[in-house]
């Protein structure tokens, strides 16, 4: 009888032991899921910002491509222009 209670002391006392640890790897995992979880949420932060910039970069780029295409229009128009003028005088 006597050893009966001496295991069950010691076989309760030993999965005690095994529990806590069990447990303080899962907190320690938890608490890593959750810094996983906010970087994860700056990295996307950051992705957004970062496509919104070169969005806007292309945008502008864009723009000046279209404003030198209608500048070199015009120009070629002047130029067209000089040409049969210059050619009717002669």
């Known amino acids: 009888m006597q050893t009966e209670i001496t295991l069950n002391v010691l076989f309760g006392s030993v999965s005690s032991v095994l529990l806590a640890i069990v447990a303080y790897f899962i907190r320690q995992l938890h608490s890593d899921f959750k810094s996983m979880e906010k970087d994860i949420t700056e990295v996307k ?9 070169f969005k806007n970069s ?24 000089n ?6 005088k002669s």
Request: aromatic content about 8%; hydrophobic content about 35%; proline content about 0%.
């Open 45 to 53: 932060t950051m992705a957004l910002l970062i496509k919104t910039e």
């Open 83 to 88: 040409q049969d003028h210059e050619t009717e």
């Open 58 to 81: 292309y945008d502008l780029l864009n723009q000046k491509v279209d404003f030198l295409e209608q500048r070199v229009s015009k120009l070629e128009l002047n130029q067209f222009k």
